[in-house]
């Protein structure tokens, strides 16, 4: 068996093979960090969005006394730039929940008159708890969102 010499420099294998691994154990580490803080940031966007719709359908009503009868509506009447789309992939509660889906669904509720309706519903998904709002499918109107 021969002995390091005092000149000869450098990384035995096993040494390299340690460094190795632990810096494949702290990229996984981070890698699944960074897995969920982008399901965070999809759920976040999702929250923001329906925020979003729900203050353009409420300057739409304090101006025409009424809801549109489509998501095209708001759009059109220069109170919402666009309607905005879920982020993808689906992910979490949305995924198994078959009641529920990726998509913002709205639509009318309550009395039409000329047109414009007295109430709303906005359904979207969350794939986890976001804040106060559990995971899962819920539904936003003019008395809020739940």
């Given at each position: 068996?021969?002995?390091?010499?005092?000149?000869?420099?450098?990384?035995?294998?096993?040494?390299?093979?340690?460094?190795?691994?632990?810096?494949?154990?702290?990229?996984?580490?981070?890698?699944?960090?960074?897995?969920?803080?982008?399901?965070?940031?999809?759920?976040?966007?999702?929250?923001?969005?329906?925020?979003?719709?729900?203050?353009?359908?409420?300057?739409?009503?304090?101006?025409?006394?009424?809801?549109?009868?489509?998501?095209?509506?708001?759009?059109?009447?220069?109170?919402?730039?666009?309607?905005?789309?879920?982020?993808?992939?689906?992910?979490?509660?949305?995924?198994?929940?078959?009641?529920?889906?990726?998509?913002?669904?709205?639509?009318?509720?309550?009395?039409a008159t000329s047109g414009?309706?007295?109430?709303?519903?906005?359904?979207?998904?969350?794939?986890?708890?976001?804040?106060?709002?559990?995971?899962g499918g819920h539904i936003?109107?003019?008395?809020?969102?739940?």
């Amino acid at each position: 068996m021969r002995t390091r010499n005092q000149n000869q420099k450098g990384f035995t294998l096993i040494e390299l093979l340690v460094v190795i691994a632990i810096i494949g154990l702290l990229a996984s580490v981070v890698l699944l960090a960074l897995n969920s803080a982008r399901s965070k940031s999809r759920d976040a966007k999702r929250v923001a969005d329906i925020r979003q719709v729900v203050s353009g359908l409420e300057l739409f009503y304090n101006e025409y006394n009424g809801y549109p009868t489509f998501s095209s509506g708001i759009v059109s009447s220069g109170f919402l730039g666009s309607f905005p789309t879920a982020p993808t992939p689906i992910d979490g509660s949305c995924a198994t929940d078959t009641t529920a889906s990726n998509a913002y669904a709205y639509a009318t509720a309550g009395t039409a008159t000329s047109g414009l309706w007295s109430s709303y519903t906005l359904g979207f998904c969350l794939g986890a708890a976001t804040g106060s709002l559990s995971a899962g499918g819920h539904i936003a109107s003019p008395a809020g969102i739940n």
